[in-house]
């Protein structure tokens, strides 16, 4: 009996934690104690965890349809190495600045997992032009930058102003890429899959970001960065199917 009762302690114990998680102390307190769970400032907090959650988990994953459709084709065609570059700037000062401002890695890891695999597309379309040494460089170079950056021996202040900075480079990276896609009359072997979950992922982190971090230059960041995913969609819908352009040389 005492055996059972104890069982019973410690899933409500594990279960608990396991709540907390998501919620906080006092959210807790207000869903499991008072029953009350239409408050809403816990319910939006709990919606919001959730949905980061959820964003993260989707990200470990989000790039990998279009890095298989450049190895599947052995081809980078389409994919613009500006574009690329301009994307990981982005993201390589938007995990920086959230990492030393220690937000909770449900507001940006996200950002963590699109950074590596974003690196690794900017490698492969490397390898397959030809230039497998300039991939692993690439790849080499981008991963000591982030650490550099998320050291902490860059001041907040100027971390700041890179963020700010964020939002230009944010638009301009998507921009070239839809400017290649006109340029070519087709999104060539960029992955539909990948960017429908990125336009969905950075309107959701409008949300979230309200909820999490408050910051306003991120939640202008995202905002920008939604609009810019929903070109990028809005041509993959119109250029459904249609080859790239056979140029003359």
């Known amino acids: ?10 899933m409500a114990t594990l279960a608990k934690q396991l709540c907390l998680l998501i919620l906080t102390e006092a959210c807790f307190e207000e869903f499991f104690v008072e029953f009350n769970f239409l408050h809403v400032p816990c319910l939006k907090a709990a919606i919001s965890k959730c949905l980061g959650l959820a964003i993260v988990g989707g990200a470990f994953l989000v790039k990998v349809p279009q890095i298989l ?18 994307e990981i700037t982005a993201l390589l000062i938007n995990v ?3 990492f030393v401002n220690s937000y909770p890695f449900s507001s940006y890891g996200d950002g963590v997992f ?9 490698a492969l379309v490397y390898h397959f032009g030809g230039s497998t040494q300039k991939g692993v460089t690439f ?29 230009p480079v944010v638009f301009a990276g998507k921009m070239v890429q839809a400017l290649a896609n006109y340029n070519n009359g087709s999104t060539g072997q960029l992955s539909a899959v990948t960017i429908t979950l990125l336009f969905l992922g950075s309107m959701a982190r409008i949300f979230t970001s309200i909820q999490e971090t408050g910051d306003f230059i991120i939640i202008v960041t995202f905002c920008v960065a939604s609009f810019a ?16 352009k056979v140029k003359e040389e």
């Open 229 to 244: 995913n929903g070109v990028l969609l809005a041509q993959l819908i119109y250029y459904w199917n249609v080859p790239a």
């Open 114 to 122: 699109l950074l590596i695999q974003t690196s690794i597309i900017g």
């Open 69 to 86: 459709k450049i190895i599947a084709a052995k081809s980078g065609e389409g994919i613009s190495i500006t574009g690329n570059i301009l």
């Open 1 to 10: 009996m005492t055996g059972s009762l104890g069982q019973k302690v410690n």
């Open 139 to 167: 790849f080499v170079t981008i991963a000591s930058i982030t650490l550099f950056f998320c050291s902490g021996i860059i001041p907040l202040k100027i971390l700041w102003v890179f963020q700010a900075f964020n939002i």
């Open 96 to 98: 920086s600045y959230n």
